[in-house]
């Protein structure tokens, strides 16, 4: 609460903050797309309060989070989970719930009502890229609301609106991830093509073979350390489908009908997604209570065997914070910013992302009358992002950033969902990636580039 409160300082140190988009950024890029910059300034504003929420729940901040009413008087327990939970930890736990919570109600109200802009002559363009300082005092305000809300059922009821956003969000990283594979290989074929340099080819072949060394080298990782020969029945069952799903996804990547209907498909963009659903596999893994088939890194690191519990802690702690979390971050960060910056000549991911087709960051940049430089607005004629959908892809992020900080606590309550969301995600993304590999043979006479 007090990181909150103190992000208000670093108002006074920005006199542009009543002015647009253009005004704020226009001195780092200013021959951006103001719809650009609107969009980086939103994301900035999403990692601001994932940069709070990651203070709330460090170790130290339960002093803190004490001086606020009825947060945690006399150590509070949970149903369930009775003499079992230390409060101290789920104090952070809180915490976390209530700043995402803040976040997601932000967003949610400026997808509602920007439903249907067109342009940026409509009057609600210019609440969509300018107002920032009161849009900033607003979000401080519903954090503060945020914290005042009575426990009773509201963790519960979060957690399960948490559970199917994050699904809905892990499938837009996916489709992301994709657009951002194809992209990647279409360009560097493209350089060596055109700039006769095999060294582009060089690099294509490098990362190719790398991504699947670090898959393979995970898959054997999974099977030592989270599968036993007489449990853990469920990982081997992930595990071995996920390697035979991206075994196949790479066979048909190169199969000659595919190449010759899809000819950007390729092995890259087959690496990439087989590491990806590596990653989702072991963070679905990681969530398992069993602890038995759920050993932690630092008892992987010590040698130490998951039936032996590291000396000094407690086997029925809550950890809210792990390595798994760490790079689901890592990830979200750089979805979030590529959907910000993107730029996609792919009709049906533009379609789906409610974007425009176009390329680079825009014209020059114009100087103004009060002599300050400005980017130039690319909307007076339509909207180059749905200014609704991207705010609801903001507000699921926001979701994915609370069940990812808080490593889907209620999973020790429930039976493994946050298991079954992220297996099932994986699974989807790899039937999102074969079909845009079949997509061009099914349908002949459509087109799909």
Known sequence: ?????????????????????????????????????TRLIYSFFLLLGTIVSVIMILPGMEDQLRKIPGFCVGGDSILGLDNLVDCDVILGYKSVY??????????????????????????????QNGFWF??????????????FIPDGMFHTVWFYFGAVGSFIFIIIQLILL?????????????????????????GLLFFTVLHYALAFTALVLFYVYYTKPDDCTEHKVFISL????????????????????????????????????MYVTWSAMTNNPNRNCNPSLLSLVSNVTSAQPVPGTNPETLQLWDAQSVVGLVIFLFCTLYASIRSSSNTQVNKLMQTEEGGGSGGEGVVGEDGLLR????????????????HFHLCLASLYIMMTLTNWYHSYLLDMPAV???????????????????APLVFPDREFN
């Open 178 to 202: 994709i657009d951002f594979a194809y992209s990647w290989n279409k360009v560097w074929v493209e350089n060596a093509e055109d700039g006769e340099n095999k060294g582009w080819f060089a």
């Open 134 to 147: 009161f849009k900033f005092l607003m979000l401080i305000g519903i954090t503060v609301g945020a914290f």
């Open 242 to 277: 996920n390697l035979i799903f991206c075994i196949i996804i790479s066979v048909v990547s190169v199969l000659p009908k595919v190449q010759e209907a899809q000819p950007l498909s390729g092995l890259l963009q087959s690496s990439l997604i087989s590491l990806y659903t």
């Open 98 to 127: 209530r700043m995402c919570f803040a976040m997601t109600c932000f967003f949610f109200f400026f997808s509602a009502i920007m439903i249907q802009v067109r342009s940026s002559k409509d009057c609600r363009a210019a609440v």
């Open 1 to 37: 609460m007090g990181a909150c409160m103190a992000l208000c300082s670093m108002a006074s140190c920005a006199s542009c903050l009543c002015g647009s988009a253009p005004c704020l950024l226009c001195g780092c890029c200013p021959s951006s797309k103001s719809s650009t910059i």
């Open 375 to 390: 980017a130039v607005d690319n909307e007076e004629e339509a909207v180059s992002y749905s200014y609704s959908f991207f």
């Open 420 to 438: 079954w969301v992220k297996i099932a995600s994986s699974w989807l993304g790899l039937a999102l990636y074969l079909w845009t590999l079949l």
